[in-house]
């Protein structure tokens, strides 16, 4: 196989089963995003140099050791998304550990579980995340299905100077980026403060189109395409022109059964693997689908031998007539499978707040830290629905775990979907399960939209006795 993808950061070899690298955190020079205006952006922070960070990939089974030192002027720490792990290894500044401050350093030490699509980024409530402080991590599976090619794709955003400040107080203006016909433009009409961080530029792997990667391929390859949504606050929609997409996996997980669509919408920190056949020659943009000249923008060419110079086919800008991937389309709403989760507790919270003005984002009516925790005992089997009464979609994730999605909006799933982040429409529901199996500790469960979690939206998970 051949892997073209983000810049690989392998690090040394202590032993056949361990691997140790560095990472650093600092503020980014100039030119860093390439294709981009860096003097509309807000102050950039990178990875050992880069947006996103270096990717890290080890073979499942195979330990790692991350030395992480932080020359930044904000409390920062590297949150292992999608991993179960010891608590303390977790990455969330003042919960797990303690903030990493400018000239500090902290060790993470554990064996990255289960295998898929993961990532990492900053977890220190300051928004360098937002900054540039993310990266993704591969745990390969060694039963995955040969491909001939695979490409890493992370999809984000770069702030505006001052866009995050305004969009906590709830008084950004920005434009809306989803396609016109998209389930969140249609909600956010009613909404004056459109999508909350205005941006400056929307790119793949550190690059506008047409600066970015152009990925190369023969035709009859099998190509597999490893996702990532790192935008800290917006909804993508991706499409490859001229191909169907099979996806196989959710946030890493292997899906019950493949799902060929046109069109994947993924939520903010969510990724999702799909493989696509090369069946003719040309030149394809990979692209978000989007009626926003700069949304569209972020895309990159995949082209065959001989096709380099191409015009490139544009992925279509509606969704209107195309197969998009939903988790009811994943999971699959017919007769239901019977739930061998309804007889634990059932929990539920509601979601809400935000508005113009107004940049609190509420669990039942609370701000972090005084919002509701959620008390288990190891081994108990948990159910939770969250009640979304805002305005807005919420990407909540939850730390340390991987749960069953197992209804959305009042639908039950045949097949419920291994996740780590649902995206809980406005106005909709979503009730997932999980077994209680981690390392005892308190782990976060919140909104992946980052200016909701600092607005408030998250809540803890704590072991007891």
Known sequence: MTAVSLPRLGGRALAADALDVTIRSAPARGGLIRGGSSAHYAQLLAYNGSIPGPLLRVTHGQRIRV???????????????????????????????????????????????????????????????????????????????????????????????????????????????????????????????????????????????????????????????????????STRYVGLAGHELLVTHADGNPLQRGITVDVVRLGSGERYDALVEVTRPGAFLLQSVSGNPPQAAQAVTLYTEGMEDAPPMHAAQRLDGLRVLSYELAGGTGTPAPLSDASPPRYEFELAGGGFGNGRWSIDGKLWPQTPKLHVRRDERVTLRFRNTSQMDHPMHLHGHIFSLMEINGAQLQRPLAKDVVLVAAGGTATLGFTAGSPPGRWLLHCHNEVHMVGGMMMEVVYTD
């Not at 550990?97 to 699509?117: I, M, S």
């Not at 937002?130 to 039963?143: E, M, N, S, T």
């Not at 009613?190 to 400056?200: R, W």
């Not at 790119?203 to 935008?231: E, H, K, T």
């Open 67 to 233: 030395d992480y030192s932080s020359f930044v002027d904000i409390p920062t720490s590297v949150h292992w998304h999608g991993m179960l792990l010891p608590n303390d290894m977790d990455g969330v500044a003042g919960v797990t550990q303690e903030a990493v401050r400018y000239g500090g350093t902290y060790r993470y030490d554990f064996l990255p579980d289960p295998p898929g699509t993961r990532w990492y980024h900053d977890h220190g409530f300051g928004f360098a995340f937002a900054r540039g402080l993310f990266g993704v991590f591969i745990v390969d599976d060694p039963a995955d299905e040969r491909v001939d090619r695979e490409f890493v794709l992370a999809f984000h955003d770069v702030p505006k100077a001052g866009s995050l400040e305004a969009a906590q107080r709830g008084t950004s203006a920005a434009p809306m980026s989803e396609p016109i016909d998209s389930p969140e433009m249609g909600k956010m009409t009613s909404v004056p403060m459109g999508d909350e961080v205005a941006y400056a530029a929307s790119c793949i792997n550190g690059a506008v189109y047409p600066y970015g990667q152009r990925l190369a391929v023969r035709v009859g390859d099998r190509v597999r395409l490893r996702l990532l949504n790192a935008s800290p606050t």
